[in-house]
């Protein structure tokens, strides 16, 4: 599927420096009219081949970029800021206001995970390399901020001249944009991470009309998600669960995935289909982006559905406890009731969940429920395919627990989504396909091909295109 797609005529250049065959570490370098500019700068995240890729030579010199422009806060779009800084970078990021205070969150807390996880590798020795050492501290990261350039929906920023860019919704977590590039009279359009036009909260992604060149996700283009009643499997597996007297522990990512699943169990309680249980946030960054969340859901121009006639505070279950120190954290082990825990990372590539799941997986009256992607190499997905035993912390553990994987709740559009937001546009844009694995790229570019009949590209790591 990839073809060389060098044009010599044209000077604009791009090169795909991350999630180009993979769903992570999202990095696009685009130099057009002497301006050097980094689209997304994600940390790779997953399989050790794909971490190890973070300690790679940066492909140019950061002190040589720019600016950074940022469709959304997730790590694997945001995370490798301040790296990016610790090599050299000092220019703005561009990002929605949303977007800048969420990263206020996430990428202090980046820092404090590989600064935890760091430690308890040495403190382990199941490290490869000794010691081990984080990407970069929680103090850099915060220094990072700094460089935050908050910039509104739809207004137009111009970076040279003739060369401006814009953000558009993207439908996927709060403050999550499309970038509008316009420069020389075309216009290219990064995706970023696509949502769904029918979410709890989030609004659905903006049309977009023309774009000569379009570099779309692909996260779930060989997949449809299930055709389920979300609310109803919830249900089923909170009140099984709970009457098996186990615990039902999610990995949930903190930003997004967190706020929509706590608004459905509020709803659930509300409506009298489950019980009242215990809801454990053992995410310091999800209770922190909880105000965020309770704030632009009363906004009305915000791109969070309208929830105020709910009531001002959506997310918070009746029994709600917010973890904020690893003793807290801790704590949970001696639980022996039924209870809910919400951890993250959502793919149990790191953080507090890998705790949780040493303690729990073990036993068959607790449940594991996966709620968005489970990329390639990631406990996550092993456990999702079935596996029996899992390696956590250099120890193998047996699979007991029930797991359960409820892919409806993802916050990415799917291949018929996407096709059909496709439709709105006028134009016949070259298409780009990233963030998305091997298999995926090729089977989403096969479908626009047939529907559209557009040409489209699945670039590798690294490749450059003379766009
Ligand atoms: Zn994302």
Redesign the pocket.
Known sequence: MIRNFRRENRCDVGAFWGAAQTVTGSKFLVEQSGVCALVDCGLFQGAREWKNRNWNEFPVDPARIDCVVLT?A?I??SGYLPRLRKLGFRGPVYCTPATAELLALLLPDSGRLQEEDAAYANKKQYTQHTPALPLYMEWEARETLQQLRPVDFYASLELAPGLAFSFKRAG??LG?AMIEWKTGGRIFVFSG?LGRPAQFITRKPDDIERADCLILESTYGDRLHQQIDVRRRLMEIVQQTASAGGMLLIPAFAI?RTQELLFLLRKLEEDKQIPQLPVYIDSPMAIHALPIYNRRSIDASAELQQLAHFDSTPFVCHHIKALKTVEESKQLNDITYPAIVISSSGMATGGRILHHLKRRITDHRNTILFIGFQAHGTKGRFLVDGAKEIRIHGKIYTVRAQIEYLDALS?HADYNEILTWLSSVKSSPEIFLVHGEQGAGASLAQKIQDRYGWNVTVPAYGQTAHL
């Open positions: 959304h997730h694997d779009h996927h977590i999550s991470d997004g916050c």
